[in-house]
């Protein structure tokens, strides 16, 4: 009996250590899977040093800054409303020192506007000015109908049947855009330096024109008459602002 009494109390003291010590670990796996309630809610400490003047930048997904908002001044852009007297557009001292003794005629109307000078007798000489407007009030695209007229003006000059080619080259520094051409008129002895700029929704055209009585006078010539057109040009260009 001692013995079976003995053995009996042996088996339930491994029973109770069995017991307490799943206990323990349920409890501990219950405390490491759930949150510590004094703990409170998670703060990043980063954020949390941030002070409201230091907030992070929009993200990239924000809308950029338009063009207009960026760009310090429209006024070059605007379009030109009205045209100036052709022949008030080249100085006086100009015509005479071009053309001497010149005979003037103008012609003019709200969107087109020339002026010639001319002279007679055998140091003939020739200038002439001519403006086009492609107005505000006429079209809702004046810029673009302007430079369309330019480049079909570019393009005549390629394909021209009166006069021969001598030289034809985009010209940089006048308005947004020029070329300069320097022909000889087929059938008459005479040599024309051209210059055709774009100002805006403006299209400006000069031209010089002397005598030349062969090829070697018309050769001798070209420099001389597109500086001269280019000249006048950029005192047309002056009066645009």
């Known amino acids: ?23 323990d670990e349920g409890e501990r796996a219950a405390s490491a899977s759930s949150p510590d309630a004094d703990r409170g809610p998670a703060t990043d400490p980063a954020a949390a040093s941030t002070p409201p003047s230091e907030a992070p930048s929009a993200s990239p997904s924000s809308p950029a800054p ?40 103008e012609s003019s109307n709200s969107t087109l ?32 109908d302007a430079r369309g007229y330019f ?16 030289r034809l080259e985009r010209q940089t520094g006048l308005g947004d855009e020029a070329f300069r051409w320097f022909k000889v008129d087929k059938g008459q002895p005479t040599v024309v330096g051209q210059v055709t700029m774009r100002i805006r929704n403006v299209v400006v055209t000069v031209a010089y024109s002397e005598q030349a009585r062969d090829a070697a006078a018309a050769r001798d010539r070209e420099n001389a008459c597109l500086s ?6 950029r005192e047309v260009r002056g009066r645009f602002g």
Request: with cysteine.
């Open 113 to 144: 506007t020339t002026c010639t000078y001319s002279s007679t007798g055998k140091d003939f000489r020739w200038l002439r000015v001519e403006a086009h407007l492609y107005a505000p009030t006429d079209t809702p695209t004046p810029v673009e």
């Open 151 to 166: 480049g079909a003006q570019w393009t005549q000059a390629h394909e021209a049947t009166l006069e021969r080619t001598v």
């Open 66 to 105: 338009s063009r207009a908002s960026a760009s310090p001044s429209q006024d070059t852009a605007r379009p030109i409303t009205s045209l100036p007297s052709a022949c008030d557009t080249v100085p006086r001292a100009t015509v005479a020192r071009l053309v001497p003794n010149a005979q003037r005629r």
């Open 228 to 233: 001269n057109a280019g000249a006048v040009a």
């Open 1 to 23: 009996m001692a013995v079976v009494v003995a053995l009996a109390a042996f088996a339930l003291a491994a029973g109770a250590v069995f017991v307490l010590s799943g206990g």
